[in-house]
């Protein structure tokens, strides 16, 4: 088959051993015998370069040209076309073509967790488990209309599809957040008095204007009686003898108490609380509170929330973006076969629209993350495992736009927010000049904004709170969770490490068209206030350590995400 797009260049010189400038790779694709100017550049190229630049393929194509014209001689056997095979793309000819299920998630809220039949909240709509094809049902789902439509396609051999052919030119990326660079705690009391001022400051504006609310500093001068509101984070959460609730809130004038009775609707949003977050109550104040000892009985409770009306935006023309999260290369139950089918997949003409990978942290497994991990790893050493991580990568098509943050198993600080990868690993880690970015970002994608979070808050919002409020079966209910809250992880001193900043990177200040994490290892995905939310799974068998923690991993599933519309499509390659 002959070279014919950017694609097939740099899979051939991944083969081989190299990487390529963007530019390099135009000009080889558009060399009147890519195969024979590949040879000629890697033939010219120094013994130490791994990686081909603009430059070099220029000089050498010029070189090329000008021996050509000057030559009348036969062609030789060095002068031969290298004709490549189809299996040079990354990965053994003829792999099985993925499942592929496609959830129409504009009229319907699906959602769904890997061989599970999931119970639906109102906010998420009908379940379908992939690995079975399922069947739409629309019964639980209160604020659905249209039940999810499923596509089953039966595995297969590939069908020719030919090359899939991208104009790179109409890319269009866009992060924020990103405090790469920016870390300016020191641990010092000060800085979590910064940190937190500036979550209440910035969470407050959200619900100050459901409310009138007052300062906690000026209640105690208000008559009993008198109706009140408080916006405050949440200090303390406790029950009392009769089964009612005693929250504590603070604001940068004090604190003051707060009782929820337990009659009351509003107790079981109280299930829902957590240490540290930031919420506004409105109610009436005791009789006593002029005396000094006043209480606030709390009628309604808010969240800062996502706007139930809230409307996404789109991108202008077709195009697709493919989440993925947790790779784990480096472990001994790192699936790779089924990342190279699904590399292979991406080079197909039926992959052409996707044309953004967005990886949420956990490319490597890491060293000395849980105990004894050492027995279950392929590669013991960090930068080899990252090494090895960027040979996959370079399987993935070169006109794909990658963007990635790190993972509580990558070589960055493990407290939140995590600053991208330093430059010896973003060097390592060179192929396709990812965008590295921290974590959380605001990744916007030709217009459709994706918070990228990796995640590791989940662990500790599915501890806390009920399980019908979240749970590891059903991932994204924990993640609806954090939207609600407006902030990726709210409660400070548990499991989830949190550094001091002068801003609080976590809290989501603007609505998301879609919010993207992993970490949990468990696949599921549905709308909250029509917010796409997706939690992709992971690319890591079952290893000795999460079967002794009951954790049974959904693997090798890529959700594609059609920018366009926001309907989605699940692949599975395993």
């Known amino acids: 088959m002959p070279l014919e797009t950017p694609a097939r260049i740099v899979s051939v010189l991944a083969t081989r051993g190299y990487n390529a400038d963007r530019e390099a790779v135009t000009l080889l694709a558009d060399a009147d015998d890519p195969a024979r100017a590949i040879d000629r550049a890697l033939e010219a190229a120094p013994d130490d370069a791994i990686k081909l630049s603009a430059d070099h393929v220029a000089s050498v194509l010029a070189e090329s040209d000008g021996r050509r014209d000057r030559s009348t001689a036969a062609p030789t056997a060095d002068d031969a076309t290298t004709e490549t095979t189809d299996s040079e793309p990354g990965g053994p000819a003829n792999p099985a073509e993925p499942e592929a299920t496609t959830a129409d998630t504009t009229d319907a809220d699906p959602s769904i967790s890997s061989g599970t039949d999931s119970t639906m909240s109102s906010e998420s709509g009908s379940a379908v488990p992939p690995e079975t094809g399922g069947s739409s049902d629309a019964a639980g789902a209160a604020e659905s209309d249209a039940a999810t439509a499923t596509d089953r396609r039966p595995t297969a051999e590939p069908v020719a599809t030919g090359e899939r052919s991208i104009d790179t030119s109409n890319h269009d990326v866009e992060i924020e957040g990103d405090m790469t660079g920016q870390s300016t705690g020191t641990g010092e009391y000060s800085d979590f008095v910064a940190v937190f001022r500036d979550r209440y400051e910035r969470l407050s504006r959200q619900l100050r204007g459901r409310i009138n609310h007052r300062p906690t500093n000026t209640l105690s001068s208000m008559a009993g009686g008198s109706e009140a509101a408080i916006v405050g984070m949440v200090s303390d959460i406790r029950s009392t003898a009769s089964g009612h609730w005693l929250i504590e809130l603070e604001d940068t004038n004090g604190v003051y108490p707060c009782l929820v009775m ?313």
Request: aromatic share 8%; net charge negative; with cysteine.
């Open 262 to 574: 337990k009659d009351r609707d509003t107790a079981e949003q109280v299930d829902e609380l957590l240490h540290d977050e930031v919420i506004a109550v409105e109610g009436t104040l005791s009789d006593d509170n002029s005396d000094g000892d006043g209480i606030l009985f709390v009628d309604d409770l808010y969240f800062p929330e996502i706007p139930r009306t809230y409307q996404p935006s789109t991108a202008d023309r077709e195009v697709s973006a493919a989440l993925v999260s947790d790779v784990h290369v480096g472990s001994q139950e790192f699936m790779a076969d089924a990342w190279t089918r699904f590399a292979d997949w991406l080079h197909t003409e039926e992959a052409n629209a996707v044309e953004y990978l967005l990886i949420a942290g956990d490319m490597v497994e890491g060293v000395g993350v849980y105990p004894d991990q050492d027995e279950e790893l392929d590669i013991v050493d960090i930068y080899d495992q990252y090494r090895e991580f960027s040979e996959f990568l370079k399987e993935v098509p070169g006109d794909m736009e990658i963007v990635m943050i790190p993972g509580n198993h990558d070589a960055v600080r493990l407290a939140e927010p995590q600053p991208g990868f330093d430059e010896e690993l973003r060097d390592i880690m060179s192929a396709h000049d990812c965008r590295i970015t921290a974590n959380p970002s605001m990744v916007t994608v030709e217009g459709v904004s994706v918070l990228m979070y990796h995640g590791v808050s989940l662990d500790e919002v599915i501890a806390e709170l009920p399980d019908e409020k979240a749970n590891y079966d059903e991932p994204h209910k924990a993640m609806y969770q954090l939207l609600k809250k407006r902030h990726v992880a709210p409660q400070f001193g548990g499991h989830t490490r949190l550094a001091p900043e002068e801003r609080d990177y976590l809290v989501i200040e603007e609505t998301p068209d879609v919010f993207h994490a992993g970490h949990v290892h468990k696949f599921g995905y549905g709308k909250y206030h029509n917010v796409l939310t997706i939690n992709s799974g992971c690319w890591q068998a079952q290893t000795a350590f999460q079967e002794s923690v009951n954790i049974d991993p959904d693997c090798a599933m890529a959700p594609i995400v059609d920018l366009d519309t926001l309907d989605l499509t699940i692949r599975k390659f395993a």
